[in-house]
T-cell receptor
């Protein structure tokens, strides 16, 4: 158990809909990362938050947004969903801003999104 | 820009056999390097990491990896594979942006 909690574990929805994925980082971790894992793209970095502020952006679509709340949990909002958004969405956390220095991201078990 | 290549999509080994998973990276300087493992239905777990110093690093579950600067490689090895090692293995690099970039992964299949 990594200590990172993601809900829901599975989600099935229709094209055009909007969903929210939730992540609770490990206790004490200030930095949250969102990754998308799909068969054709592999594991792609989407966005990072540190202590409530956006710190880095990767290949995140404009239809997607995220935020980190004062209690440090984070939500990833996916809107106007398309078939191609079907993927496993991972949240990871680390204690420090610069995860590369700590060497480790702690991953949740992921939220599997299926868009029909 | 930083990138990671894992040339093998699938690797099949017999239980008890040795294992080597390949990882090549592209980065202008010495990066931070990692291997993660993803078991079915699970998130990624760190196996080992290289920052500097000894180029042979030991990790959990009996895994080790060797950093070779001249070959831009960070291959993962295990002398004797167990059936429970069947999983997806990801090499990752962290360079100037400090955001880990992951390879496409290698799926390890273990035959009894």
């Amino acid at each position: 158990d990594s200590g990172v909690t993601q809900t829901p574990k599975h989600l099935i929805t229709a094209t055009g809909q909007r969903v929210t994925l939730r992540c609770s980082p490990r206790s004490g971790d200030l930095s949250v990362y969102w990754y998308q894992q799909s068969l054709d793209q592999g594991l792609q970095f989407l966005i990072q938050y540190y202590n409530g502020e956006e710190r880095a952006k990767g290949n995140i679509l404009e239809r997607f947004s995220a935020q980190q709340f004062p209690d440090l949990h984070s939500e990833l909002n996916l809107s106007s969903l398309e078939l191609g958004d079907s993927a496993l969405y991972f949240c990871a956390s680390s204690a420090k801003l610069l995860a590369g220095h700590t060497g480790e991201l702690f991953f949740g078990e992921g939220s599997r999104l299926t868009v029909l | 820009a930083q990138s990671v290549t894992q040339p093998d999509i699938h690797i099949t080994v017999s239980e008890g056999a040795s294992l080597e998973l390949r990882c090549n990276y592209s980065y202008g300087a010495t990066p931070y390097l990692f291997w993660y493992v993803q078991s079915p239905g699970q998130g990624l777990q760190l196996l080992l990491k290289y920052f500097s110093g000894d180029t042979l690093v030991q990790g959990i579950k009996g895994f080790e990896a060797e950093f070779k600067r001249s070959q831009s490689s960070f291959n993962l090895r295990k002398p004797s594979v167990h059936w429970s090692d069947a999983a997806e293995y990801f090499c990752a690099i962290s360079g100037g942006s400090y955001i880990p970039t992951f390879g496409r992964g290698t799926s390890l299949i273990v035959h009894p």
